[in-house]
C-alpha cells in the first residue's frame, strides 16, 4: 500500500477536500485505491470548525447600507478617443453605462450624446 502523503502529493489533494466524508467512509475510499489512509485523528483535526459570527446590530446593517448606495461616477468622453470606435461599441458602452438612447442614432449622433454627458 502507498502512504497517504506521498498519494495526496503527487495527486495535489489535501485532507480538507474529504470534510464530507465520515473516517469510515475516506478509509473504504483510500481502500479502493491501495491507498494507507491517516489516523483518526489526524483526519478530523483537519476538518474546519464551524465558527458563528455575532448577530449584527441595526447601526452596522444602516453603516453597510450607506456604503452600498450607488453614487453617480461623472462620465466623460473625448472626442478622438470616441471617434476610433465602431457603432456596436458605442452602443455597448451606452447599455453598459445604462443610459438612454435611441437604437436608431447614428454613429454621429451617438458620439454627440456622449460628448453631451461630460457636461452634464
Known amino acids: 500500500m502507498i502512504k497517504w502523503e506521498q498519494f495526496a502529493k503527487r495527486r495535489k489533494l489535501k485532507l480538507q477536500m474529504f470534510v464530507s466524508m465520515e473516517y469510515t467512509e475516506y478509509k473504504s475510499w483510500c481502500a ?32 453597510k447600507e450607506k456604503i452600498l448606495v450607488q453614487k453617480e461616477v ?7 478617443d470616441l471617434k476610433k470606435l465602431r457603432k456596436s461599441q458605442l452602443v455597448g458602452i451606452c447599455k453598459k453605462d445604462k443610459l438612454d438612447f435611441d437604437s436608431g442614432m447614428t454613429k454621429k449622433e451617438l458620439i454627440d450624446f456622449l460628448l453631451s454627458l461630460n457636461n452634464s
Open 74 to 80: 461623472a462620465l466623460h468622453y473625448s472626442l478622438a
Open 32 to 63: 479502493a485505491r491501495k491507498v494507507e489512509p491517516v489516523d483518526e485523528l489526524k483526519f478530523t483535526d483537519s476538518k474546519p470548525t464551524i465558527v458563528t459570527k455575532p448577530e449584527a446590530s441595526i447601526t452596522d446593517i444602516v453603516a
